[in-house]
């Protein structure tokens, strides 16, 4: 036997952008060149609790993320 009250389904999409960025580093008397990605994301997440019996058992979440490499 188990609990299910907490049994839920999520579901969501998302959009990302990514882009390398480039610059130099001085490391004494040369010169190195650096790359590096950043990664924009954006999207929308479903959450279901199906055996929540209290108002409302959906939850929509928009977020939002930025990652260097």
């Given at each position: 036997?188990?609990l299910?009250?907490?049994?839920?389904?999520?579901?969501?999409?998302?959009?990302?952008?990514?882009?390398?960025?480039?610059?130099?580093?001085?490391?004494?008397?040369?010169?190195?060149?650096?790359?590096?990605?950043?990664?924009?994301?954006?999207?929308?997440?479903?959450?279901?609790?199906?055996?929540?019996?209290?108002?409302?058992?959906?939850?929509?979440?928009?977020?939002?993320?930025?990652?260097?490499?």
């Amino acid at each position: 036997m188990g609990l299910h009250a907490y049994d839920n389904v999520q579901s969501g999409f998302s959009v990302s952008y990514t882009k390398t960025i480039s610059r130099a580093f001085k490391d004494g008397s040369d010169e190195v060149p650096l790359r590096y990605p950043i990664r924009f994301a954006a999207g929308m997440q479903q959450e279901t609790f199906y055996n929540f019996t209290g108002g409302n058992n959906r939850e929509l979440r928009p977020y939002v993320s930025v990652t260097l490499f």
